[in-house]
């Protein structure tokens, strides 16, 4: 079986190749580029000789101009031009660019099978849910109903009944029982939806983390009905901390921020025809719902988790207090593709 690791290598040469040939002119075309010098330079067309800070970036970026991709041109110009302009505005020195690439190598070590420090450290630069709100909810445009994927989903989750438990093993805590619908923009219900759901246990793990828990606990994948509906059975979630052993810990601490995650529900929809929704719906009474480490929460991602102290619990073997969410799903019309998992 691949590595994760693997997996990302065959990923990113994949999608590189994409970016590459997308869109591409012909091959012919690019080489036929001439590279620019600066506007004053005595240099030929061409040289790429530096003879002053101001000039490099006008001169790595015409290095590049003979990629055939539009795209690839524009990611990596803007990429090259704002990589220098932040340099120069914080006048950054050796010392700090050292530590910088130091930073970047570790992130990548502290990658496995079952961690990805990568997904971390864009998650508490607040840089994963940019980019989810740039490409959701009319971009960006109007409320959206996805957020981050976090570090921990995995792909093959326990296929579960409607109404089942995803306790795979015994998990103390107040009982969940979660009644969810999922709409299409115009508010009719979406069958067939896969409805892939995880979260961390009452005292803040997921199973990877915890030899407590059996192998899937508080994971399952569930198919939406004819009316859109599907439910489950689990356990209260609690607030946890994300890792910080790793070189996000090192930031969060140097910054004085807390590493923790208000409690919260992952669920991501699939289904042809929709783009896939990726999103969490957080406990509305965590004490950290003001101060999500890694930035996920908005309003409409606020679940009304209600106590119930009294009354006809859900199943027999319940008794108060229990909790219950009711939640309703809006999926986009789109392209159907699954994340690559973070971890195995
Ligand atoms: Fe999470």
């Known amino acids: 079986m691949q590595s994760i690791a693997e997996i990302y290598a065959i990923d990113c040469k994949k999608i590189l190749g994409e970016i590459a040939m997308g869109e591409a002119a ?11 010098r600066p506007q004053g330079s005595s240099r030929p067309a061409g040289s790429s000789i530096i003879d ?36 120069r505005e914080v006048k950054l020195t050796e010392a700090e660019y050292d530590l910088g690439i130091a930073t970047l190598n ?16 864009a998650d508490i630069l607040g840089f994963s849910t940019l980019c989810c ?32 438990s995803i306790l795979r093993s ?89 590493p923790y995650r208000p409690a919260h529900v992952h669920f991501l929809g699939y289904r042809e025809g929709f783009k896939t929704l990726v999103t969490q719906v957080f406990v509305d009474d965590d004490e950290r719902l003001d101060s999500d480490a890694v930035f996920g929460v908005t309003e409409h991602l606020v679940g009304d988790y209600r106590l119930h102290e009294s009354g006809t619990p859900p199943a027999p073997d319940v008794t108060a207090p229990w909790y219950t969410l009711d939640y309703t799903f809006v999926m986009e019309p789109g392209e159907a593709k699954l994340p690559t998992p973070p971890i195995k």
Request: hydrophobic share 40%; proline share 9%.
């Open 170 to 258: 015994p998990t103390p805590g107040p009982a969940l029982f979660v009644n969810c619908r999922v709409l299409d923009p115009t508010g009719a219900p979406i069958e067939g939806v896969e409805m892939d759901i995880w979260h961390a246990s009452p005292v803040g793990y997921y199973e990877n983390q915890d030899p407590q828990q059996a192998d899937m606990n508080l994971r399952g994948k569930f198919l939406t009905d004819a009316q859109g509906r599907f439910s489950f059975r689990s356990v209260k979630p609690a607030g946890y901390p994300v890792p910080t052993d790793g070189p996000a810990g090192d930031v969060l601490r140097a910054q004085n921020r807390h």
């Open 52 to 87: 002053n800070e101001a000039e490099l970036t006008d001169i790595v970026v015409a290095a590049m101009a003979g990629a055939p991709s539009p795209r690839m041109r524009e990611v990596m110009e803007a990429l090259v031009r704002h990589l220098h302009a932040f340099a």
């Open 133 to 164: 709100l740039l490409n959701n909810g009319n971009a960006g445009a109007t409320e959206t109903a996805a957020a981050l994927l976090g570090p921990f989903w995995r792909m093959h989750s326990p296929r579960t009944e409607n109404g089942g």
């Open 106 to 121: 570790r992130i990548g070590q502290a990658t496995h099978d079952s961690h990805n420090e990568g997904i971390l450290f």
């Open 26 to 36: 012909p091959r012919a075309a690019a080489a036929a580029v001439q590279l620019s």
